[in-house]
């Protein structure tokens, strides 16, 4: 594939995109306008829409051009490692995220329904033992890197409970996903194989012997999702959960705690931690460039050609931030943006995400009241790649706490042990998937 302008394309990796991609849309949005051309690693090109109306034709498929199916794509690439190493996050699955039409309604039910029967209040109970778990880690040290002993721990170590694996996987999902989003050739290819074995076997588990789990719940859906459909729909809920909650949480910490109208709040309520996860999915949102669209027939698009077969990448982060008319209420999305996305494929489980996130920062918070960073914001360092908002570290200082003092603490919380939660998830307390699913009765 060449785009035309290639010598004026803003390039989304190296350190310098990681320091400021603001500054990068900036530039593009001078240079361009609504629709700019990027590569994402070297010699792999890509239209990056930056302005928000251009992202809302996109994401609800305006004029009836879009698709996300990027088989045509992607037999174009070249044979580099840099092309091998973005199969990963682009490449065609059978699964919601690249499909349209009736195959994306019949696999996003299957999501949408079994993410219904979660039951918020369990939720919050299973991400307080989780994040109190990770918590007693640190909390005597005085300092963590809440990167690395937090925010990145806690999403895989929810979803292995949640598709019904031993609280002990979760550390090998973790690793092995870190490995995929990194999507850098080798180390994305040695973490797609980690992550396949990983699904392999949690399916085979479930096969042999449903629980009261997610897992359980697909594969028993109406939907009646075959084998490679059912592995591609979990692969996509495990991958689409992992990289955008820990950045959300990490994003928004490192707001909170430098920023005195959310410092405030953490001792007298200034602005809260749900109007802090609405400034980060705004300004910063954790998957900044993860919205992967093809036209279906070429197409003159806010100003620029786009044929089929080329890739275009939706960017949230440059999109929310652009200075526009639209009015802020019309555009909101309870101050989110396009932060979750829009159209067909907004993110189905933006409920549960901000739940998740904001359960972890209060449980931290509350804990650990006084968090301060170690180095000013504008030192923190970013990791590279297209397609997330992600901090490297998170480096913080606080009084530490100890076991043995009074009150509530993170070590009086029970630790997650068993192979599925504490407690059933879903609205049949006891009896197991037979009962708990409404399909199934
Ligand atoms: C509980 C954790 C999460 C799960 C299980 C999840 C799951 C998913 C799934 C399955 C899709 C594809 C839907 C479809 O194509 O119809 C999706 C889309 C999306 N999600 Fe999430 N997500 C989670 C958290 C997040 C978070 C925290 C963010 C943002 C910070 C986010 C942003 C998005 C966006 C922008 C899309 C749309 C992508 C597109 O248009 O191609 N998600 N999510």
Same mark, same amino acid.
């Given at each position: &594939?060449?785009?035309?302008?290639?010598?004026?394309?803003?390039?989304?990796?190296?350190?310098?995109?990681?320091?400021?991609?603001?500054?990068?849309?900036?530039?593009?949005?001078?240079?361009? #306008?609504? /629709?700019?051309?990027?590569?994402?690693?070297?010699?792999?090109?890509?239209?990056?829409?930056?302005?928000?109306?251009?992202? =809302?034709?996109?994401?609800?498929?305006?004029?009836? =051009?879009?698709?996300?199916?990027?088989?045509?794509?992607? @037999?174009?690439?070249?044979?580099?490692?840099?092309?091998?190493? &973005?199969?990963?996050? $682009?490449?065609?699955?059978?699964?919601?995220?690249?499909?349209?039409?009736?195959?994306?309604?019949?696999?996003?039910?299957?999501?949408?329904?079994?993410?219904?029967?979660?039951?918020?209040?369990?939720?919050?109970?299973?991400? %307080?033992?989780?994040?109190?778990?990770?918590?007693?880690?640190?909390?005597?040290?005085?300092?963590?890197?809440?990167?690395?002993?937090?925010?990145?721990?806690?999403?895989?170590?929810?979803?292995?409970?949640?598709?019904?694996?031993?609280?002990?996987?979760?550390?090998?999902? %973790?690793?092995?996903?870190?490995?995929?989003?990194?999507?850098?050739?080798?180390?994305?290819?040695?973490?797609?194989?980690?992550?396949?074995?990983?699904?392999?076997?949690?399916?085979?588990?479930?096969?042999?012997?449903?629980?009261?789990?997610?897992?359980?719940?697909?594969?028993?859906?109406?939907?009646?999702?075959?084998?490679?459909?059912?592995?591609?729909?979990?692969?996509?809920?495990?991958?689409?959960?992992?990289?955008? %909650?820990?950045?959300?949480?990490?994003?928004?910490?490192?707001? &909170? /705690?430098?920023?005195?109208?959310?410092?405030?709040?953490?001792?007298?309520?200034? $602005?809260?931690?749900?109007?802090?996860?609405?400034?980060? $999915?705004?300004?910063?949102?954790?998957?900044?460039?993860? #919205?992967?669209?093809? =036209?279906?027939?070429?197409?003159?698009?806010?100003?620029?050609?786009?044929?089929?077969?080329?890739?275009?990448?939706?960017?949230?982060?440059?999109?929310?931030?652009?200075? %526009?008319?639209?009015?802020?209420?019309?555009?909101?999305?309870?101050?989110?943006?396009?932060?979750?996305?829009?159209?067909?494929?907004?993110?189905?489980?933006?409920?549960?995400?901000? $739940?998740?996130? &904001?359960?972890?920062?209060?449980?931290?918070?509350?804990?650990?009241?006084?968090?301060?960073?170690? @180095?000013?914001?504008?030192?923190?360092?970013?990791?590279?790649?297209?397609?997330?908002?992600?901090?490297?570290?998170?480096? =913080?200082?606080?009084?530490?706490?100890?076991?043995?003092?009074?009150?509530?603490?993170?070590?009086? @919380?029970?630790? !997650?042990?068993?192979?599925?939660?504490?407690? !059933?998830?879903? !609205?049949?307390?006891?009896?197991?998937?037979?009962?708990?699913?409404?399909?199934?009765?």
């Amino acid at each position: &594939m060449t785009l035309r302008y290639l010598p004026d394309a803003g390039r989304l990796y190296g350190a310098e995109y990681a320091r400021d991609p603001q500054a990068i849309y900036e530039t593009l949005r001078r240079r361009h #306008g609504a /629709v700019a051309p990027v590569e994402i690693a070297p010699g792999i090109e890509a239209h990056l829409v930056i302005g928000y109306q251009a992202a =809302v034709d996109v994401l609800t498929n305006a004029g009836g =051009v879009w698709s996300k199916n990027p088989s045509a794509w992607q @037999v174009r690439l070249p044979d580099t490692p840099e092309a091998a190493g &973005m199969i990963g996050m $682009l490449g065609h699955r059978p699964n919601a995220l690249f499909s349209d039409g009736a195959d994306h309604a019949r696999y996003r039910k299957a999501i949408s329904d079994c993410f219904q029967l979660i039951q918020p209040h369990k939720l919050r109970q299973l991400v %307080t033992e989780v994040t109190d778990s990770l918590i007693s880690r640190f909390a005597a040290e005085g300092e963590a890197d809440l990167v690395a002993d937090f925010a990145r721990l806690i999403p895989a170590r929810i979803f292995n409970l949640l598709f019904g694996r031993p609280d002990a996987d979760s550390a090998g999902l %973790t690793e092995a996903l870190a490995d995929l989003m990194e999507a850098d050739g080798e180390r994305g290819a040695r973490g797609s194989e980690a992550f396949g074995r990983y699904i392999g076997e949690l399916i085979q588990g479930k096969y042999a012997e449903r629980g009261d789990d997610l897992t359980s719940w697909f594969i028993d859906h109406p939907a009646a999702l075959q084998p490679e459909e059912l592995v591609q729909t979990i692969v996509l809920v495990v991958a689409a959960s992992y990289e955008p %909650t820990a950045n959300l949480i990490s994003n928004t910490i490192s707001r &909170m /705690v430098s920023d005195d109208r959310y410092y405030s709040s953490l001792t007298n309520g200034a $602005l809260s931690t749900y109007d802090a996860l609405m400034e980060a $999915l705004r300004a910063e949102p954790a998957m900044s460039n993860y #919205g992967p669209y093809f =036209v279906r027939q070429p197409v003159h698009f806010h100003g620029t050609w786009i044929q089929p077969a080329e890739l275009v990448l939706v960017s949230y982060a440059a999109a929310n931030t652009e200075p %526009t008319d639209v009015p802020d209420e019309l555009r909101s999305d309870s101050g989110a943006y396009l932060g979750f996305g829009a159209g067909a494929h907004r993110c189905p489980a933006s409920d549960p995400a901000v $739940l998740i996130a &904001m359960t972890a920062i209060e449980r931290l918070t509350s804990h650990l009241c006084d968090l301060e960073l170690t @180095v000013p914001r504008d030192e923190l360092v970013w990791r590279p790649g297209p397609f997330h908002r992600a901090l490297a570290h998170l480096p =913080v200082r606080f009084t530490p706490i100890r076991p043995d003092q009074p009150g509530d603490s993170p070590w009086a @919380v029970q630790p !997650p042990s068993s192979s599925t939660p504490s407690e !059933p998830i879903s !609205p049949a307390r006891s009896a197991g998937y037979a009962t708990s699913a409404p399909w199934s009765s």
